[in-house]
């Protein structure tokens, strides 16, 4: 079974543009969340979607947003970026997303200058 | 407002010993604790958890223990190999679908 798949793997941007980050996940997996790590902060909660529907919303500005398609893959967007965007995103996937371990991905990491 | 935290952000251990890595928590309402391993370059892997009914959960050479009354979880790796040397995570949640994280341990382990 193929794992959770993340594209890009890497991104370079500048300040006030706008980014699609991807996440194809475990086939059969319906429930995915996205995660932003940066150093001495660890894995902050963005969203999670389940069947198309956003069930759950980290503390981030609403310039960060997602959407997940009846196939389950998903996609992150954040718009004007931040120098403090600059982090590593990582998608993971579950069956249920209820009190079970997630699989993650590889990550994005997002550099803005 | 960090409700999970690990506050050892390294710890170095001989390979054999014993190494034990802390987590504590603030949210009452946890109740379902996971462990990750995480390498340079790749996504957290999971490792362990325990549900707040229990107070120790086994998986081969990794025991998690769960003390609710402290507030605090911990995991212990018996015995350290090399290939243990990753960051740690530990992270916790009451929704089900939303995990709060702890900033990692990386553990190091000497040959």
């Known amino acids: 079974k193929a794992g959770v798949t993340q594209t890009p793997r890497y991104l370079i941007k500048t300040r006030g543009q706008q980014v699609t980050l991807s996440c194809s996940p475990i086939?059969?997996?319906?429930?995915v969340s996205w995660y932003q790590q940066t150093p001495g902060q660890g894995l902050q909660f963005l969203f999670e979607?389940?069947?198309?529907?956003?069930?759950n919303k980290g503390n981030f500005p609403g310039r960060f947003s997602g959407r997940q398609f009846s196939n389950s893959r998903s996609e992150m967007n954040v718009s004007t970026l931040e120098l403090g965007d600059s982090a590593l995103y990582l998608c993971?996937?579950?069956?249920?997303?209820?009190?079970?371990?997630?699989?993650f991905g590889s990550g994005t990491q997002l550099s803005v200058l | 407002d960090q409700q999970v935290k690990q506050n050892s952000p390294s710890l170095s251990v001989q390979e054999g010993r014993i190494s034990i890595l802390n987590c504590d928590y603030t949210?009452?309402?946890?109740?379902?604790f996971l462990w990750y391993k995480k390498y340079p370059a790749e996504g957290p892997t999971f490792l362990i958890s325990?549900?707040?009914?229990?107070d120790k959960n086994e998986d081969g050479r990794f025991t998690v223990f769960l003390n609710k009354s402290a507030k605090h979880l911990s995991l212990h790796i018996v015995p350290s190999q090399p290939g243990d040397s990753a960051v740690y995570f530990c992270?916790?949640?009451?929704?089900?679908?939303?995990?709060?994280f702890g900033t990692g341990t990386s553990l190091t382990v000497i040959p």
């Open positions: 993971a996937s579950s069956t249920q997303g209820s009190r079970e371990k997630l699989f």
């Open positions: 086939s059969g997996h319906r429930s």
């Open positions: 979607y389940f069947s198309e529907t956003q069930r």
């Open positions: 949210n009452s309402m946890f109740d379902y």
């Open positions: 325990i549900s707040s009914i229990k």
């Open positions: 992270a916790a949640t009451n929704t089900g679908n939303q995990f709060y």
